[in-house]
C-alpha cells in the first residue's frame, strides 16, 4: 500500500482514489510519484493488466501529445521493420510478464502485457510508465517515448499546477 503522502499525492495527480496501486514505481526529480505499481487484480475483482500506471498529469499531457502526432504508428514502424528492436520489445514483454506474476497470477490476463507488448504499439502510456519503473534499456519504445518528452519532470509537484 502506498505510504498516506504518497497516496495524497497520486490522489490529486489522477483527481480520484487511486486502484489497486501497491507501492511507488518510480519518482519524479521533484520526489512526487510519477508511477505507481499496481496489482493485477483490482479489489472489486476485475483483471488489471497494467502493472506499472503513469499517474503524472505533466508527463501523461505531454504523452497524449505524442499520440495526437502519430507517434503510435511511427514506433509500430519502426518494431514491424527492425528485428532487433522486435527482439528487445518480446524481451521487455517477457520481464513484465514476470514481474507482474511474482505479484499475483492471474488467469484471464495470463500472457497479456499492456501497451501493445510484445507485437503492437497500443499506448504510449504505459510504455513510457514501464520504462519509467523499470530503469532505461529494459523496455526499448518506452525510452524512445521518455526521450520525446518535453521537461515534465521540472522542479515542483506536477498536481499543484
Known sequence: ????????????????????????????????????KTTPRLDDGTPFPTMFYLTCPRAAAYIGTLEAE??????????????????????????????????????EIAGITAGGMPTRVKCLHVLAAHALAAGPGVNPLGDKVLEMLKDWAKPGPCWKD
Not at 7 to 24: D, K, M, W, Y
Not at 75 to 96: S, V
Open 1 to 36: 500500500m502506498l505510504n498516506p503522502e504518497d497516496h495524497f499525492a497520486v490522489s490529486a495527480q489522477l483527481n480520484r482514489e487511486p486502484r489497486g496501486a501497491i507501492s511507488v514505481g518510480h519518482r519524479c526529480g521533484c520526489g512526487a510519484p510519477d508511477v505507481v
Open 70 to 107: 502519430g507517434v503510435m504508428k511511427q514506433l509500430q514502424d519502426e518494431l514491424e521493420t527492425d528485428p532487433e528492436l522486435a527482439k528487445q520489445y518480446a524481451k521487455a514483454h517477457e520481464l513484465y510478464l514476470a514481474e507482474r506474476e511474482a505479484i499475483e497470477y492471474v488467469e
